[in-house]
């Protein structure tokens, strides 16, 4: 579990170095911390086996940052990151984060007016006191003012692709921590609710669920707030507790008997619209719904409550997957059995973006494609950079064509069908950032914008339409182009993109990254009354990376999207039906 806190800490130093204006150390503490944050094994058992040797082997970690690392490890603390802190504005990390205040700008604020942290920052923006400083003016001032609600509106509630790793992690220490007290108690029905288990893009806080008779509760109870996680209690009961992990997220447990656990399941998944409208439901049918069961109203007598499905059906209703329960009409469907069947992650049969060493990916093609064919995957579309993307090491014609050198001689040692694409830039005009005789090698052309966001909304719909119009374009990457607490959608007008999309038999990215989650249950729902199609990508950096999927997939259900919604669920065989000119 300290694989999050040491990312936690390298980000912290790479924001602190970059105030200082260091060059590169800043990008080698993220890239470490990045891998060590999808690590997907425990930091603390790699050097407990290998030792410093093991630490150096994990990409991006080199000798000093594994020297830190163990020290970490060992003492709890870095001595050298103790004395940057030391000489650092205590809120600088946080500064950083806000959109447009880089490490110059911040540096002419503390010393001219002695901001350092975000609080003096506000102070200072509500008394107008930063438009009559040089290099700043109003324009800035209220641009300064709108990134600081942006990030405090997205740092109030934590992103899914936060919370469910943690949520995980969590419940897995709960249930060893349980077994390995005294008592033993083996928890064997403990999973999380909420808006969590809804999988919304967003997490106001972790709620998790275990079931335990009730002479068991508190010794749950005693686990939970001994966890090493936990840095506050808020709240401990024989029901109820409530605590604060040591990176500020607030978790809530509740331990309820096995009569009642399906009750409970259903009640604290929510939403809270869905429990009020189902609540109704069961009282026009002569009953009673709680947290608790199911009861028959005249009696008073338990009728359902183990389970979720004997209380849905008990009600007449299908079963509701959880992320339908937002009240979007999903419990008129279930009374007419008429739900959609929704998106599987056993259905998915490919993943249309991915990146590698070529562009700024952290694997090398043979790597990724290894991995994609031990996932299972019938086909993969390789989509490095293209040109113009020069921070991301987007690919020159020389480069792209020996990387289809190397895909036609890998193609042959895989079971896997490799597609030759390219993530390409739609530039301001819409045109898209190679010329034709590429675009037309290119098996899948996956298209984004990946600058000059600040367009005029009729500029920017406009470079979007145009490009969708463009007969070489097969998909429109991230569409919306928010990033979560950084930037919002485009200004554009979404319905126009939409209708050009569906005219030009376009298909809609839903890309998986945590910070993207582009498109979202809401734009996925209004486009789908387009009669468009998606697919759901992990837009991965790196081998972990198409793990990702899981979150795109949370994003399509809740979207109500169907396998047939989704083409990266058709067989390879199916592929030239969506896109045209593949095997042209
Ligand atoms: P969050 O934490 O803001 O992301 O959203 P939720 O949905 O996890 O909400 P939370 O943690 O306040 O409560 C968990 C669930 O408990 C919620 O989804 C539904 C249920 N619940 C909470 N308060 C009420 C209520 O006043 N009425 C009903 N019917 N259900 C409630
Ligand atoms: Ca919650
Ligand atoms: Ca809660």
Redesign the pocket.
Request: proline residues 3%.
């Given at each position: 579990m300290k694989n999050r806190e040491i990312a936690e800490l390298f980000y912290e130093i790479a924001d602190i170095l970059e105030y200082q204006q260091v060059e590169w150390k800043p990008r080698a503490y993220r890239k470490a911390a990045q891998m060590i944050e999808n690590l997907g094994e425990d930091i603390e058992n790699i050097y407990a086996r290998e030792g410093k040797t093991g630490l150096t082997k994990i990409p991006g970690v080199g000798e000093s940052i594994a020297d830190h690392i163990a020290e970490y490890l060992e003492t709890g603390r870095v001595e050298k990151f103790e004395k940057l802190k030391g000489k650092a504005p205590s809120g600088t990390a946080e500064l950083m984060e806000i959109r447009g205040l880089g490490a110059k700008k911040m540096k002419k604020l503390a010393d001219t007016l002695g901001i350092r942290t975000l609080s003096d920052l506000k102070n200072a923006i509500a008394a107008h006191r930063l438009r009559r400083l040089d290099g700043f003016g109003e324009k800035s001032e209220k641009n300064l003012a709108k990134a600081i609600e942006q990030y405090e509106k997205s740092h109030a509630?934590i992103a899914l692709g936060k919370a469910l790793p943690l949520a995980e992690e969590v419940i897995s220490a709960l249930k060893s921590q349980c077994k390995n007290t005294t008592s033993k108690v083996d928890l064997s029905k403990i999973i999380y609710?909420?808006?969590?288990r809804?999988l919304?893009e967003?997490?106001?806080?972790i709620?998790i669920l275990a079931e335990a008779e009730k002479a068991e509760a508190l010794k749950v109870m005693d686990c939970f707030v001994s966890l090493q996680d936990v840095d506050q209690v808020i709240l401990k009961g024989n029901t109820k507790s409530s605590v604060i992990l040591r990176e500020g997220t607030a978790i809530?447990l509740r331990v309820v008997p096995p009569e009642s656990y399906g009750a409970a399941l259903q009640?604290?998944?929510?939403?809270?619209e869905h429990?009020?409208e189902l609540?109704n439901t069961a009282i026009k049918n002569g009953y009673k719904l709680s947290e608790y069961g199911l009861y028959l109203k005249e009696s008073g007598k338990q009728i359902a409550g183990r389970s979720e499905e004997e209380i849905y059906e008990k009600l007449g209703l299908a079963y509701i997957p959880p992320e339908l329960r937002e009240n979007r009409g999903e419990i008129k469907a279930a009374a007419k059995n008429a739900l959609p069947k929704l998106v599987e992650a056993g259905d998915i049969k490919g993943d249309f973006h991915i990146h590698t060493s070529y562009s700024e990916g952290k694997n090398s093609l043979k790597t990724m494609i290894e991995k994609a064919e031990a996932l299972g995957y019938e086909y993969i579309a390789i989509t490095d950079h293209s040109r113009s993307q020069k921070v991301a090491n987007g690919l020159e014609i020389e480069k792209l064509k020996a990387q289809w050198e190397e895909i036609d001689k890998l193609s042959k040692r895989f079971r896997i069908k490799i597609l030759k694409g390219s993530e390409v830039d739609i530039l301001r005009d819409g045109s898209l950032d190679y010329p034709d005789e590429i675009l037309k090698e290119l098996d899948i052309v996956v298209g984004g914008v990946h600058s000059g966001f600040a367009l005029p909304e009729r500029k920017m719909t406009e470079r979007i339409v145009t490009a969708l119009e463009n007969r070489y374009l097969d998909i429109l990457a991230h569409p919306s182009g928010r990033l979560f607490g950084k930037r919002e959608p485009y200004s554009a007008s979404f319905e126009k993109v939409f209708e050009v999309a569906a005219t030009n038999g376009k298909v809609l990215e839903i890309n998986s990254q945590p910070s993207r989650l582009d498109l979202n249950d809401e734009f996925i729902l209004r486009a789908k009354t387009f009669g468009l199609k998606f697919c759901i990508s992990t837009d991965s950096h790196s081998t972990t990376g198409l793990g990702l999927m899981r979150y795109g997939l949370g994003q399509a259900r809740r979207g109500w999207l169907e396998k047939e919604d989704v083409v990266n669920t058709y067989p390879y065989s199916r592929l030239n039906e969506i896109f045209k000119k593949h095997n042209r």
């Amino acid at each position: 579990m300290k694989n999050r806190e040491i990312a936690e800490l390298f980000y912290e130093i790479a924001d602190i170095l970059e105030y200082q204006q260091v060059e590169w150390k800043p990008r080698a503490y993220r890239k470490a911390a990045q891998m060590i944050e999808n690590l997907g094994e425990d930091i603390e058992n790699i050097y407990a086996r290998e030792g410093k040797t093991g630490l150096t082997k994990i990409p991006g970690v080199g000798e000093s940052i594994a020297d830190h690392i163990a020290e970490y490890l060992e003492t709890g603390r870095v001595e050298k990151f103790e004395k940057l802190k030391g000489k650092a504005p205590s809120g600088t990390a946080e500064l950083m984060e806000i959109r447009g205040l880089g490490a110059k700008k911040m540096k002419k604020l503390a010393d001219t007016l002695g901001i350092r942290t975000l609080s003096d920052l506000k102070n200072a923006i509500a008394a107008h006191r930063l438009r009559r400083l040089d290099g700043f003016g109003e324009k800035s001032e209220k641009n300064l003012a709108k990134a600081i609600e942006q990030y405090e509106k997205s740092h109030a509630r934590i992103a899914l692709g936060k919370a469910l790793p943690l949520a995980e992690e969590v419940i897995s220490a709960l249930k060893s921590q349980c077994k390995n007290t005294t008592s033993k108690v083996d928890l064997s029905k403990i999973i999380y609710t909420g808006s969590l288990r809804r999988l919304k893009e967003t997490i106001g806080d972790i709620d998790i669920l275990a079931e335990a008779e009730k002479a068991e509760a508190l010794k749950v109870m005693d686990c939970f707030v001994s966890l090493q996680d936990v840095d506050q209690v808020i709240l401990k009961g024989n029901t109820k507790s409530s605590v604060i992990l040591r990176e500020g997220t607030a978790i809530d447990l509740r331990v309820v008997p096995p009569e009642s656990y399906g009750a409970a399941l259903q009640y604290f998944t929510g939403s809270k619209e869905h429990n009020i409208e189902l609540r109704n439901t069961a009282i026009k049918n002569g009953y009673k719904l709680s947290e608790y069961g199911l009861y028959l109203k005249e009696s008073g007598k338990q009728i359902a409550g183990r389970s979720e499905e004997e209380i849905y059906e008990k009600l007449g209703l299908a079963y509701i997957p959880p992320e339908l329960r937002e009240n979007r009409g999903e419990i008129k469907a279930a009374a007419k059995n008429a739900l959609p069947k929704l998106v599987e992650a056993g259905d998915i049969k490919g993943d249309f973006h991915i990146h590698t060493s070529y562009s700024e990916g952290k694997n090398s093609l043979k790597t990724m494609i290894e991995k994609a064919e031990a996932l299972g995957y019938e086909y993969i579309a390789i989509t490095d950079h293209s040109r113009s993307q020069k921070v991301a090491n987007g690919l020159e014609i020389e480069k792209l064509k020996a990387q289809w050198e190397e895909i036609d001689k890998l193609s042959k040692r895989f079971r896997i069908k490799i597609l030759k694409g390219s993530e390409v830039d739609i530039l301001r005009d819409g045109s898209l950032d190679y010329p034709d005789e590429i675009l037309k090698e290119l098996d899948i052309v996956v298209g984004g914008v990946h600058s000059g966001f600040a367009l005029p909304e009729r500029k920017m719909t406009e470079r979007i339409v145009t490009a969708l119009e463009n007969r070489y374009l097969d998909i429109l990457a991230h569409p919306s182009g928010r990033l979560f607490g950084k930037r919002e959608p485009y200004s554009a007008s979404f319905e126009k993109v939409f209708e050009v999309a569906a005219t030009n038999g376009k298909v809609l990215e839903i890309n998986s990254q945590p910070s993207r989650l582009d498109l979202n249950d809401e734009f996925i729902l209004r486009a789908k009354t387009f009669g468009l199609k998606f697919c759901i990508s992990t837009d991965s950096h790196s081998t972990t990376g198409l793990g990702l999927m899981r979150y795109g997939l949370g994003q399509a259900r809740r979207g109500w999207l169907e396998k047939e919604d989704v083409v990266n669920t058709y067989p390879y065989s199916r592929l030239n039906e969506i896109f045209k000119k593949h095997n042209r």
